[in-house]
């Protein structure tokens, strides 16, 4: 998994509440379960004007010129910048690699769906809620200037603006260990391999008729 520290990135705005994991990567795209390759067909549905189906060259398809991420403003943004209740719907894993493998490394929204916030710091998404108000003032800001970026520091915990105004935002001792060191639950486990590997050998010396 991919540490998170620090970041200085185009913000991306998605004026849309609850935006469920079907929105942003349909189920047709769920046939694989590798971690990459899904960040074309993020957004799908809106972001092109025909249906898309696996396998499709999406570099030919004809594209919303109406949808955000097709705006060239906001072209290489690595911050997405969400409204209420985020990643609603079924539990799909898919949805944070798509989000992930387009380019973005945080999402700012007032509140997300329960599996999709904890999903996203399993796969080194940083989900970051600030209260309505302030969110919707990142809105304003965003939309009134172009290359609008935010500085988002994990260890601080902060978002601070252009300005250099700062926003703390809460996150678990744990979940902040596990992003600053890039650390899965596979991560965290094999951080205590030695400790593994002698509780084996331990194992084995005790009872060598488990293992014949």
Not at 22 to 27: G, T, V
Request: glycine content about 8%; charged content about 25%.
């Amino acid at each position: 998994m991919k540490a998170f520290t620090q970041l200085n990135g185009v913000v991306c705005p998605l004026d849309r509440a609850n935006v469920d994991t079907d929105a942003i990567i349909p189920k047709q795209f769920l046939k694989s379960i590798k971690r990459s390759g899904f960040g074309p067909n993020l957004f799908d549905e809106w972001r092109y004007l025909d249906h898309g189906e696996p396998g499709m060259d999406n570099s030919t398809r004809p594209v919303n010129p109406e949808f955000v991420l097709n705006f060239p403003r906001y072209a290489g943004a690595q911050v997405l910048l969400a409204r209420d209740n985020f990643g609603c719907g079924s539990s799909r894993e898919h949805a944070p690699w798509a989000i992930d493998d387009y380019g973005f490394r945080v999402v700012i929204a007032p509140s997300f769906a329960d599996i999709f916030f904890n999903n996203c710091y399993k796969n080194g998404l940083l989900p970051i809620v600030l209260p309505s108000d302030v969110v919707e003032r990142l809105f304003k800001e965003c939309e009134a200037q172009e290359g609008y970026r935010l500085d988002v520091d994990l260890s601080k915990q902060t978002v601070t603006t252009p300005t250099g105004e700062s926003f703390g935002f809460e996150v678990t001792a744990h979940r902040k260990h596990c992003l600053l060191n890039g650390l899965d639950e596979i991560g965290l486990t094999l951080a205590h391999a030695d400790d593994i590997r002698a509780f084996e050998a331990k194992h084995r010396e005790s009872k060598p008729w488990l293992f014949v």
